[in-house]
Structures are given as C-alpha cells and as structure tokens.
C-alpha cells in the first residue's frame, strides 16, 4: 500500500524556518515524480516545488523561489523542504504528492498531475 506521510508543521514567527518531511512506505520516491502543494483557507491548493523522476529536474514557485528548499534522502525514502524567511502568507496546509504515470523531465506543477497525496501538516507563521 502507497502511503505518504507529512510531519515538522507548526506555529513560527515571521522570518523564522521550519523543516517538513514526507515519508513514503510502499514504493521508492526516487521513482516517482514528486512535489509539495500548500492550500489556504478558501484558496486553491498552490504549487510549491516539484521535482521530476529521478531527479532530472526541480522547479519551485515564484512565491517561494529562494526562500524553500526541496530535498530527497533515498536511504530514508524521505522528501524535505527546508522554508526559511516565512512570512504569514506562507500560512497553510502543506502536502506532498507523488505520481507515476509520467515519464520525463518535466516538472508536474498542478494538483491534478499527481495520483498520490499525503494527509497534510499545517504550517501557521504568525507573531
């Protein structure tokens, strides 16, 4: 059974960091393209990063471009993403994604690209 599950939200001040984790039982995250979705009350679930199969290649959302940072542990079978410079907007709850039924380069940047989601951990930036 494909599972995948989120942890390391919670309540920081602007500017501080967090660092989430996606861990993945069932299927090797290296195989599949992967990504982190972030929805807030009464929004659309957003793209954050994705990064396509077998790591060839990594994209990020302009709201988050320089300030994120995605990352992939094989040997944990585990997805990060480092947020540093958070600001309120920032506020939401964060998902990982995974897919298999691409097969390129391309990073898959909408929700409906990926088959696999995670249960969700909140994230709340706030003084």
Do not use: H
Request: with cysteine; charged share 20%.
């Amino acid at each position: 059974q494909l599972q995948l599950v989120e942890s390391g939200g919670g309540l920081v001040q602007p500017g501080g960091s967090l660092r989430l984790s996606c861990g993945a039982s069932g299927f090797s995250l290296d195989y599949y393209d992967i990504g982190w979705f972030r929805q807030a009350p009464g929004k659309e679930r957003e793209f954050v990063v994705g990064i396509s199969r077998s790591g060839g290649g990594t994209g990020y959302g302009d709201s988050v471009k320089d300030r994120f940072t995605v990352s992939l542990d094989n040997a944990k079978n585990t997805l990060y993403l480092q947020m540093n410079g958070l600001k309120p907007e920032d506020t939401a709850v964060y998902y990982c994604a995974a897919s298999s039924r691409w097969w390129s380069e391309v990073v898959r940047t909408t929700p409906r690209d990926y088959e696999y989601w995670g249960q969700g951990t909140q994230v709340t930036v706030s003084s």
